[in-house]
Structures are given as C-alpha cells and as structure tokens.
C-alpha cells in the first residue's frame, strides 16, 4: 500500500504515457497482498511467512547451539 500511495504523490502528471500506464499497474497489483499457498490448502501473507521463517531460523540456530554443547 505504501508504493502506490508513493507513486500517487509524486509528480506522476508530467511523466510521459508508457511510464504513467507502468505506474498505474505497479499500483493496482501494489494494493494486493501477497500470498504463498501450500498445496493449496494453507494461505500465508508475506508478513506471516517472514516471521515463519525468522522463528524457523532461531530454533535451528538454538539446536545447533545445543548440539554443540
């Protein structure tokens, strides 16, 4: 959401018409969130896949550790 209202606040008007149309479909697929599917059961945005994977990343770096040890 943060890149079309960007888009939208900048001087868009004296661009010439391909770029206008290019920024008018960053925009459009900008408002969609992006989502990862798990055969096709499980939905998942980009926010819960990145804190998925940041958890993933401590618990192997915890066992790691602890194997060490």
């Known amino acids: 959401m943060e890149?079309?209202?960007?888009?939208?606040?900048?001087d868009w008007t004296s661009l010439n018409i391909n770029v206008k149309k290019a920024f008018l479909m960053l925009m459009r697929r900008a408002m969609k969130p992006i989502e990862f599917t798990s055969i096709?059961?499980?939905s998942v945005n980009l926010e819960s896949f990145m804190t998925l994977v940041k958890t993933s990343y401590s618990v192997f770096s915890l066992l790691q550790q602890s194997r060490e040890t």
């Open 3 to 10: 890149l079309a209202d960007m888009i939208f606040r900048s």
């Open 40 to 42: 096709y059961i499980v």
